[in-house]
């Protein structure tokens, strides 16, 4: 009769619908010495439950203080940052400084070979200018 009980419960267990005063008489049960060959399979299981429900950790955890350093990593890396952004900015201001004055100095240039194209036009008018007052003198 017990027996029947016995793989019932097993049955039960497997399904998840056990209270724990059935677990408790099928760990009693599958730690004594009248288990049947044909359940001997479970008795691993239930003698491994019993005997880790009994073991305990009696050496001292060590406890190593957390560290700061995510926190200083993160300090330094606004840092980098930072004066990535800054020196970053500068160097593009003096590029577009340069770009500005390379633009400027082309735009003089092209004013000063203009003006120096006028000035010899200018130089001819100066010379039918003379040509002119001989003219009129011979006259």
Known sequence: MEL????????????????????????EFFTGDGVEPHLEQYR?????????KQERYTQQ??????????????????????????FGRQYQEQKEAEYAYLQ???ALGLLASN????????A???EFEETK???YKNN
């Open 4 to 27: 029947v009980r016995i793989e019932k419960l097993i049955e039960k267990y497997f399904e998840a619908r056990t209270t724990e005063a059935e677990e408790l008489e099928l760990r």
């Open 44 to 52: 691993p299981m239930f003698t491994y439950f019993s005997n880790a």
């Open 61 to 86: 955890v060590p406890l190593k203080p957390r560290r700061n350093v995510y926190k200083w990593i993160s300090v330094a890396a606004v840092v980098v940052l930072v004066a990535g952004i800054f």
């Open 104 to 106: 400027t100095k082309k």
């Open 115 to 122: 003006l120096d194209r006028g000035t010899q036009k200018v």
């Open 124 to 126: 001819y008018l100066h």
């Open 133 to 135: 007052e001989k003219i």
